[in-house]
Nanobody, 124 residues
Framework: QVQLVESGGGLVQSGDSLSLSCTFAGGTFISYSMSWFRQTPREGRQFVAGINWNGGTTFYADSVKGRFTISRDNAKNTVFLQMTDLKPEDTAVYYC?????????????????WGQGTQVTVSS
């Protein structure tokens, strides 16, 4: 059974940077595309960034383009989300998700496995 565990969330100020990590265990990591979603009471669960099996293709929500970078280290079974120039509207619970696919998709319901989430709070 695949297990995902996020870490790295916290409380930061506007303009700060923060990096999130998600470790993958219990399966073949390179068989999965990986994505980050975030959830708020107002917006629900929204796609943030995704990366294909070898890191050759990435996708970003318009709201984070130029500020967030997704990457993966297949030797360590880990996916990362580097966040810069954080804004209060980035405040959310961030989840990593795994999809048994060679390509990234944006629909949360398609994903096979989810982490427990990590809280990111950006103060003004």
């Amino acid at each position: 059974q695949v297990q995902l565990v996020e870490s790295g969330g916290g409380l930061v100020q506007s303009g700060d940077s923060l990096s999130l990590s998600c470790t993958f265990a219990g399966g073949t990591f390179i068989s999965y595309s990986m994505s980050w979603f975030r959830q708020t009471p107002r917006e629900g669960r929204q796609f943030v960034a995704g990366i294909n099996w070898n890191g050759g293709t990435t996708f970003y929500a318009d709201s984070v383009k130029g500020r967030f970078t997704i990457s993966r280290d297949n030797a360590k079974n880990t996916v990362f989300l580097q966040m810069t120039d954080l804004k209060p509207e980035d405040t959310a619970v961030y989840y990593c998700a795994a999809l048994l696919s060679v390509v990234v998709v944006y629909v949360a319901d398609d994903y096979d496995y989810w982490g427990q989430g990590t809280q990111v709070t950006v103060s003004s």
